[in-house]
């Protein structure tokens, strides 16, 4: 997916949310190719955003699956989640419901809102596939089981149909450095708290890659960085303080800690859930990934039903990062798979 596209801007009106209504709920998207042909669904990931001059290189801000959508066949929307800073979030809100007063958001709310671009907008009535990793995986979940009707197919990158215990307790570490800090002012900061901001890079940063990576040095980068603390410095605080504003930061990840597909149809029987699902799906989780690891999808696709499910294990030590393009390697194994998956005849699991 090459071609260059501007972001547009939805207005949904009044909105309701988890957490609240907003008055005038706003979602960005882009998109790419010809409308006549297959539409591709392709949300945002936790860190990533649509407009690429204000997303610097880093785990998440890219997947290696988006190299393989060919904007030649496929017509691919691509959708920014709420809080990060394109789509409604507590940074470019008015007041009343700006900064910390902003509603509480869920993977539900996104994909509603979602759903309205594409059918009330963009006048699309069925999705060839939702592909996404991380957050943008676990929302390909979210859409699979929402939409169910209109969805056939779905790519889930190093991410899961419900955030696990132990993910969310990772991610409560770098959330609570960052609420804790002593300029976050309980999200009513005047400027960057950046104490708050570098301790939760710093927090979350040993998360990304597997353990392997770290042992092998791989954080230098080839001399990219003459040490582990200039790669923290340079690769993950500046990324968030150049591009992330900290309330955004803390109402995504709580919509990522939230994430469980069976609460929305099936009271919270996941087994249900799964087995209700209709689309095909890829599931392509990282050896070595501490978020999602394949364990998860392994339950998930035992769960489905009638064999539409096809796991492929990233064998990388490359952690979660593996799937956010982080290197050549893994970028081609993804990259494989997904064209396989999405231009050619579909064989599921024996």
């Given at each position: 997916?090459?071609?260059?596209?501007?972001?547009?801007?939805?207005?949904?009106?009044?909105?309701?949310?988890?957490?609240?209504?907003?008055?005038?709920?706003?979602?960005?998207?882009?998109?790419?190719?010809?409308?006549?042909?297959?539409?591709?669904?392709?949300?945002?990931?936790?860190?990533?955003?649509?407009?690429?001059?204000?997303?610097?290189?880093?785990?998440?801000?890219?997947?290696?699956?988006?190299?393989?959508?060919?904007?030649?066949?496929?017509?691919?929307?691509?959708?920014?989640?709420?809080?990060?800073?394109?789509?409604?979030?507590?940074?470019?809100?008015?007041?009343?419901?700006?900064?910390?007063?902003?509603?509480?958001?869920?993977?539900?709310?996104?994909?509603?809102?979602?759903?309205?671009?594409?059918?009330?907008?963009?006048?699309?009535?069925?999705?060839?596939?939702?592909?996404?990793?991380?957050?943008?995986?676990?929302?390909?979940?979210?859409?699979?089981?929402?939409?169910?009707?209109?969805?056939?197919?779905?790519?889930?990158?190093?991410?899961?149909?419900?955030?696990?215990?132990?993910?969310?307790?990772?991610?409560?570490?770098?959330?609570?450095?960052?609420?804790?800090?002593?300029?976050?002012?309980?999200g009513h900061y005047k400027s960057p708290p950046q104490?708050?901001?570098?301790?939760?890079?710093?927090?979350?940063?040993?998360?990304?890659?597997?353990?392997?990576?770290?042992?092998?040095?791989?954080?230098?980068?080839?001399?990219?960085?003459?040490?582990?603390?200039?790669?923290?410095?340079?690769?993950?605080?500046?990324?968030?303080?150049?591009?992330?504003?900290?309330?955004?930061?803390?109402?995504?990840?709580?919509?990522?800690?939230?994430?469980?597909?069976?609460?929305?149809?099936?009271?919270?029987?996941?087994?249900?859930?799964?087995?209700?699902?209709?689309?095909?799906?890829?599931?392509?989780?990282?050896?070595?990934?501490?978020?999602?690891?394949?364990?998860?999808?392994?339950?998930?696709?035992?769960?489905?039903?009638?064999?539409?499910?096809?796991?492929?294990?990233?064998?990388?030590v490359w952690g979660h990062g593996a799937g956010g393009?982080?290197?050549?390697?893994?970028?081609?194994?993804?990259?494989?798979?997904?064209?396989?998956?999405?231009?050619?005849?579909?064989?599921?699991?024996?």
């Amino acid at each position: 997916m090459s071609k260059e596209s501007v972001t547009q801007f939805y207005e949904h009106g009044r909105f309701k949310m988890t957490g609240g209504v907003l008055p005038n709920a706003i979602t960005a998207y882009r998109t790419y190719g010809d409308p006549k042909n297959p539409c591709i669904v392709f949300p945002t990931c936790y860190g990533g955003k649509l407009d690429r001059e204000h997303a610097p290189d880093s785990p998440g801000r890219s997947t290696a699956c988006e190299t393989a959508l060919n904007t030649d066949k496929f017509y691919i929307v691509t959708f920014a989640l709420f809080s990060n800073g394109e789509s409604s979030s507590p940074s470019n809100t008015p007041a009343p419901y700006n900064g910390p007063y902003f509603p509480e958001v869920s993977y539900e709310d996104n994909i509603r809102a979602q759903h309205a671009v594409v059918t009330k907008k963009l006048g699309v009535s069925k999705i060839y596939s939702v592909i996404g990793f991380s957050m943008g995986g676990q929302q390909a979940y979210y859409w699979a089981v929402m939409y169910p009707d209109i969805v056939e197919r779905a790519i889930v990158l190093c991410g899961s149909a419900r955030t696990s215990p132990h993910n969310q307790c990772f991610i409560e570490g770098p959330k609570s450095a960052l609420l804790a800090s002593k300029d976050f002012e309980d999200g009513h900061y005047k400027s960057p708290p950046q104490h708050g901001i570098r301790a939760f890079a710093r927090a979350y940063s040993a998360w990304a890659y597997g353990q392997t990576w770290f042992r092998n040095k791989s954080y230098l980068f080839g001399g990219e960085f003459d040490s582990l603390n200039s790669f923290l410095r340079e690769k993950w605080e500046a990324r968030f303080l150049e591009s992330w504003d900290a309330n955004d930061m803390v109402t995504l990840i709580n919509t990522w800690q939230r994430g469980d597909v069976s609460l929305v149809r099936h009271a919270g029987d996941f087994e249900a859930c799964m087995g209700d699902i209709k689309a095909e799906v890829l599931l392509m989780p990282c050896k070595t990934d501490l978020y999602f690891p394949p364990e998860d999808s392994e339950i998930e696709m035992s769960l489905m039903r009638n064999n539409l499910a096809k796991l492929v294990v990233i064998d990388s030590v490359w952690g979660h990062g593996a799937g956010g393009g982080s290197n050549a390697q893994d970028v081609e194994i993804i990259k494989a798979a997904v064209i396989k998956f999405l231009e050619s005849d579909w064989e599921p699991c024996p």
